[in-house]
């Protein structure tokens, strides 16, 4: 913090974020908006001044949270004499808009996941009481282009979204809708970003987008030319001081190109490990998603990757009793994660969110079958991430130190492949990359023991 922050009067700032990575730096990102205000974070909403729901709107039950936390805010607010303003932000609020006022009159703002450098304008609009409390236009460069140059951010680790918005269109899904059109930043203002982390400490960047490898974004300026492709961006940050370890999120196998393959081969930086959403292992469901992908597009791909990097870890997303889902197709489903191998993934019911074309599907799949799918599923998947994280005992690997364990002299952090693991250490290599031999495994974490710590600390 510098000296001008520390002179301002504080006032509370509460930001609770739901949903996927993508809003974790928007939240973080409004800090940084909120901090030459005098806004500093609060750790609960009953000592805040402002309180921001950062939500989301992918399963019918994120967004049923929002209104139930809204409710104990409105509580909070009245006891607070009105002090707290309450603003709502993320995909429900593009949504919903005014509706939320609406369902809620305690919510004083509105505001979309493109309108984040516009809060210190509402919350002076809010103050006055005039003005337009909603803000929803879709402006994605014109947001990057306005927050602050300058992010504070805690730790070895953070995220960079480098990518807004998606074009493809699954049948399911809303983020078309509440992100709006796919765009991406360019490359300076992105190496710009990543240096000035590099800078504070960072030693391991994920990139970010809600499509992250269609990435396009506009040739360093010295450069000119073609639009970059992700492997490009990646190889590039790869060589910024202090960056030793880059990962990307999330993926859609239809932009999964060779030279973004072939780079987790060849660029060392780039963490083994893959998310790559497939959704179902049917092809008749997959074309209903219009994912643009068979099972055998997936598996290539799979090939591919492992051909380029073979130790590579792999990550999916699973929906169960998408509309029309036979027994047969949900086999299939069993079958492509039987034949793949993931180290971990992310498994949903499919909720039917109002809108999209798969909300008024044929054949929608009742309630107690898609209960017992996504049990059958989670099941098989527990099984294999217990395998793969067992599969890693007796090997060294690097660990990027984040914080301090729960019980005293045990630190943790993240392995190559994502895995949290525990060890013996002093505080002080927090921020460092340590090797550390694997001695204990369950299924969400690891064990291990310090061999060395990396000299070449950034
Ligand atoms: N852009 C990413 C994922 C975005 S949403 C991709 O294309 O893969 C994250 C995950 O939520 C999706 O991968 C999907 O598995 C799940 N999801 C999205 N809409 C859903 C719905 N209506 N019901 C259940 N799960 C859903
Ligand atoms: Fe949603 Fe499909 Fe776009 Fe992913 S690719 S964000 S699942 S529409
Ligand atoms: Fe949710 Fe919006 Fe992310 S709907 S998953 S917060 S893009």
Redesign the pocket.
Known sequence: MNSTDAAKPAKGLFIRTYG?QMNVYDSERMRDVLRPLGYAPVDGPEDADLVVLNTCH??EKATEKVYSELGQLKKMKEASGGRMTIAVAGCVAQAEGEELIRRQPAVDLVLGPQAYHKLPEMIARVSRAVGDRLETEFETLEKFDALPKAREVDGPAAFLSVQEG?D?F?T????PYTRGAELSRSVDDIVAEARGLAAQGVREITLLG??VNAFHGAAPALEGGADWTLGQLCRHIAKIGGIDRIRYS?S?PRDMDDDLIAAHGDTSAMMPFLHL?V?SGSDRILKAMNRGHTAADFHEIIRKVRAARPDIGLAS???VGFPGETDEDFEATMDLIRQTGFATA?S??????PG?P?AEMHGQVPEDVKDARLQALQSLLRDQQTTFNASCIGRTMDILVTGKGRRPGQIHGRSPYQQAVHFEGPESMIGQIASVRMIDSSMNSLTGECVSVREDAA
Do not use: E, G, L, M
Request: hydrophobic content about 30%.
């Open positions: 996927c992918i399963r998606c493809k699954c399911f899904c809303v983020v809600q499509n999330t859609h959403p959704q997303d699973f929906i992310y949903f019911k499919y909720s039917r969110r999209t798969a």
